[in-house]
């Protein structure tokens, strides 16, 4: 590979690392993507290249295509909710883009999860990096005309399903998370009900690999006592690290030295709405691995 190929990719990397992480909700065959991206533009001749943000995207979304297309058997067979891995970004990289943040929130990823792969990538690839129709098509081999209806339902599909997105100031967040787990730790349940949206969801993804919930909890009290229990299993050796996981803060559970899990926070009108505690030990496996994300 020359230097010329080396360098737009590597400058590219946090947007193409964005596309492959949002179509696939899995960091770490997001890598494997861009791996295998990386070898097969070696091979480009860049004389033959008009542009190579759209020449690398389209690359990638489509490897990121037949990456997710191939996971289709391993969902149906998944034991509980699913749930995209938990990504470990800089705070700044999200709360500099509102598009961005709300394009990486766990909220968003989940929604991303109920769409079809072509609706999946036509949607992010139109509505958070704003590449055109005729691009999008050339990158999952369909017409322009197609595009636009499958961008047009993929559109509706999301505001369906998603809350109206608020930018939570990452310092407010934190300190509301920070002071919800400190009460969880005395056990006071009324006081944590008082910091939960009264539809609170609790969602947790182990695939029965270790102790979790296998449905979505609800309801302010019943999360509030769940989490009071969690934290009482935890035992002497059991400790939370802050952190920052798509965009929102979040818990790094840990048992003496051992990963337990990542739970993440979902903040509206300054209540807590959703926790996503990730459990399955196969998708912890990344989780302290810090990724650059961006836009351009």
Same mark, same amino acid.
């Given at each position: 590979?020359?230097?010329? #190929?080396?360098?737009?990719?590597?400058?590219?990397?946090?947007?193409?690392?964005?596309?492959?992480?949002?179509? !696939?909700?899995?960091?770490?065959?997001?890598?494997?993507?861009?791996?295998?991206? &990386? +070898? =097969?533009?070696?091979?480009?001749?860049?004389?033959?290249?008009?542009?190579?943000?759209?020449?690398?995207?389209?690359?990638?979304?489509?490897?990121? !295509?037949?990456?997710?297309?191939?996971?289709?058997?391993?969902?149906?067979? &998944?034991?509980?909710?699913? +749930? /995209?891995?938990?990504?470990?970004?800089?705070?700044?990289?999200?709360?500099?883009?509102?598009?961005?943040?709300?394009?990486?929130?766990?909220?968003?990823? %989940?929604?991303?999860?109920? *769409?079809? /792969?072509?609706? =999946?990538?036509?949607?992010?690839?139109?509505?958070?990096?704003?590449?055109? #129709?005729?691009?999008?098509?050339?990158?999952?081999?369909?017409?322009?005309?197609?595009?636009?209806?499958?961008? #047009?339902? @993929?559109?509706?599909?999301?505001?369906? =399903?998603?809350?109206?997105?608020?930018?939570?100031? /990452?310092?407010?967040?934190?300190?509301?998370?920070?002071?919800?787990?400190?009460?969880?730790?005395?056990?006071?349940?009324?006081? +944590?009900?008082?910091? *939960?949206?009264?539809?609170?969801?609790?969602?947790?993804?182990?695939?029965?690999?270790?102790?979790?919930? =296998?449905?979505?909890?609800?309801?302010?009290?019943? %999360?509030?006592?769940?989490?009071?229990?969690?934290?009482?299993?935890?035992? /002497?050796?059991?400790?939370?690290?802050?952190?920052? &996981?798509?965009? @929102?803060?979040? +818990?790094?559970?840990?048992?003496?030295?051992?990963?337990?899990?990542?739970?993440? %926070?979902?903040?509206?009108?300054?209540?807590?709405?959703?926790?996503? @505690?990730? $459990?399955?030990?196969?998708?912890?496996?990344?989780?302290?691995?810090? $990724?650059?994300?961006?836009?351009?």
């Amino acid at each position: 590979m020359s230097e010329e #190929h080396a360098e737009r990719f590597t400058r590219l990397r946090p947007l193409l690392f964005t596309i492959a992480y949002e179509i !696939l909700g899995a960091a770490t065959e997001a890598e494997d993507v861009l791996q295998d991206g &990386y +070898l =097969r533009w070696a091979e480009v001749d860049l004389d033959t290249v008009e542009d190579t943000k759209a020449y690398l995207a389209r690359l990638v979304t489509r490897q990121a !295509l037949n990456a997710l297309r191939a996971q289709s058997r391993r969902r149906e067979e &998944y034991v509980g909710p699913w +749930l /995209p891995e938990p990504v470990l970004v800089d705070a700044g990289d999200a709360s500099s883009d509102v598009v961005l943040a709300e394009s990486v929130s766990m909220a968003m990823m %989940v929604v991303l999860e109920t *769409l079809s /792969p072509d609706e =999946r990538a036509v949607f992010v690839l139109r509505e958070v990096f704003g590449f055109d #129709h005729g691009e999008i098509a050339k990158a999952i081999g369909k017409s322009p005309a197609a595009v636009r209806q499958i961008s #047009h339902r @993929a559109r509706e599909h999301v505001q369906a =399903r998603r809350r109206r997105f608020e930018p939570v100031d /990452p310092a407010t967040s934190s300190e509301i998370t920070a002071q919800f787990f400190a009460t969880a730790a005395t056990g006071d349940v009324n006081g +944590l009900i008082g910091m *939960l949206a009264p539809d609170v969801v609790w969602t947790a993804d182990s695939d029965g690999k270790v102790s979790a919930a =296998r449905r979505p909890v609800s309801g302010a009290d019943s %999360v509030a006592r769940l989490i009071v229990g969690l934290i009482r299993l935890g035992g /002497p050796d059991g400790r939370a690290e802050p952190a920052f &996981y798509n965009g @929102a803060p979040a +818990l790094v559970l840990y048992t003496g030295d051992k990963l337990e899990g990542v739970v993440s %926070v979902e903040i509206v009108d300054g209540k807590i709405a959703n926790f996503y @505690a990730m $459990r399955n030990p196969e998708k912890l496996a990344g989780v302290t691995v810090s $990724r650059a994300i961006g836009r351009v």
